[in-house]
């Protein structure tokens, strides 16, 4: 039976910048990259062991979204992402394309309301769907075929729950 992962990019390297002790890693050049390191320690984790026939991580984009056109308040008092994970971002895109791991991001939306979006077309076309994230309004969407993983990090290493409608 086919399967979708679907991971919630921003979600996930939030998790892994502020979930670990390797978050202000660096390379030679001094770019910042322990939430690249977690990211993909927890992406490959994840996809090892649920073994989707297809893949896709959803970005959110500094954009504007409907909700902003809707309530000009809306994540008005949310603090901004720290540049030390903003200049991580563009890198981890740039390694997903360059594995071949599809990427979606749409101008006026979150990568949650993409995620909903792609978890209910898989559930219509018969697919079972795993989303990965850290954000647990996710679990709104938990049905028979689609379930959330909610990853943690013990002792240095990705474990997760898993969330299903029982």
Do not use: W
């Not at 992962?5 to 998790?15: A, E, K, P």
């Not at 977690?38 to 954009?63: C, M, R, S, T």
């Not at 740039?94 to 939306?109: A, C, F, N, P």
């Amino acid at each position: 039976m086919d399967k979708l992962l679907l991971v919630d990019g921003n979600s996930i390297m939030n998790r892994a910048f502020y979930g670990t002790q390797d978050s202000f890693m660096k390379n030679a050049q001094g770019q910042y990259t322990g939430a690249i390191y977690g990211f993909l320690n927890i992406f490959y984790k994840f996809a090892k062991e649920e073994q989707p026939a297809h893949i896709a991580v959803a970005f959110d984009l500094k954009a504007p979204t409907f909700r902003h056109t809707m309530y000009s308040g809306y994540k008005a008092n949310r603090k901004g992402m720290p540049p030390e994970l903003a200049s991580q971002m563009p890198l981890i895109k740039e390694v997903l394309d360059y594995m071949g791991i599809t990427r979606l991001e749409q101008e006026g939306y979150e990568a949650d309301d993409i995620i909903g979006t792609y978890a209910l077309r898989a559930e219509q076309q018969g697919m079972d769907c795993r989303i990965l994230t850290g954000d647990r309004d996710s679990f709104q969407l938990i049905t028979d075929r689609v379930n959330v993983i909610l990853p943690t990090t013990k002792q240095g290493n990705p474990v997760a729950a898993f969330y299903t409608p029982t």
